[in-house]
């Protein structure tokens, strides 16, 4: 994976977040800047201000990340790395506080239906933060022992905070996919391993138009392993794709299958190549 000797990568949230998280285990040897949205951090690297974005997209319990989806369009910026980071989230309290205690939960607004089981479980009443982390910071600022927030184990350790119950997420496989952006290109070879391909395109309003761009990659034999669609500027008679493929655009047979989908689309654009994340192996069916 592209890795820096020094520089500064952002991410959304505030320290303790899971996304800071992420940023210490693939980039330890650069400093983190904290965002308050996902558009701030996207602009702290176009305007320089940071060298990389460490991005959450996805969700394996929660879905994509909608926000995310929005900004991709009008984006400068590439994709040139994926991690993916297991989510063990912690219910954490002021000191001397006990789980009896807790009458509100506060967190993000994907970490909460994550954890909705055990929130069920002691009739909590949630309360929707900008991120789990600065969950933490509230709680701790507040001193209320009758408040809680639900965050990884490090924001517990930032914001003075007691841990009242570990592991408290739904599902153990519960695990997110992180993208790291960054303002140039990042070149990587053909043949280098297996690569993924990022892109977005809009059909032409013909009927099958989709069916045949899919028959493009489906002849030519291209394993698409993502494809998602949203509206564009909520007109309900144009959609776009999102769309992820194994397979490097020097490959030929990836270049046959985007001649096909240039065919039959208004508008493809290339977010980046890069190695596919080892992690993907451990659900890869033998």
């Given amino acids: 994976m592209p890795k820096s000797k020094k520089g500064i990568i952002a991410f959304q949230g505030e320290l303790g977040a899971n996304s800071h998280i992420m940023c210490q285990q693939a980039y330890p040897e650069m400093d983190v800047l904290p965002c308050d949205s996902f558009d701030m951090a996207f602009k702290a690297v176009e305007d320089g201000a940071a060298d990389l974005a460490m991005i959450a997209i996805e969700n394996s319990l929660a879905g994509r990340v909608a926000d995310i989806h929005h900004l991709l369009p009008n984006s400068k910026l590439h994709m040139i790395a994926e991690y993916f980071l297991p989510i063990r989230f912690h219910l954490m309290a002021v000191k001397g506080a006990q789980l009896t205690d807790i009458k509100d939960v506060y967190s993000h607004v994907v970490g909460l239906p994550q954890c909705r089981n055990f929130i069920n479980q002691h009739g909590y009443k949630t309360h929707v933060a900008a991120d789990t982390a600065g969950s933490a910071r509230m709680v701790s600022e507040w ?32 695990t997110t996919r992180f993208v790291v952006f ?28 989709l069916y045949k761009v899919m028959g493009g990659f489906a002849t030519n034999g291209i394993n698409m392993i993502k494809l998602e669609s949203y509206q564009v500027e909520g007109n309900f008679s144009a959609t776009q794709f999102y769309a992820e493929i194994e397979g490097h655009p020097d490959d030929e047979a990836v270049k046959h299958a985007f001649s096909e989908l240039k065919f039959f689309t208004k508008y493809v654009k290339l977010f980046g190549t890069y190695k596919r994340n080892d992690f993907r192996n451990k659900y890869v069916a033998s």
């Fill in 182 to 209: 960054s303002r140039d290109e990042v070149a990587v070879a053909a043949g280098d391993g297996v690569m993924i391909t990022s892109f977005l395109f809009r059909v032409t309003n013909v009927p099958a138009a």
């Fill in 143 to 174: 001193g209320d022992k009758t408040k809680a927030a639900i965050a990884p184990k490090i924001a517990a350790d930032i914001y003075g905070l007691e841990i009242l119950a570990e592991n408290i997420e739904d599902a153990a496989h519960n």
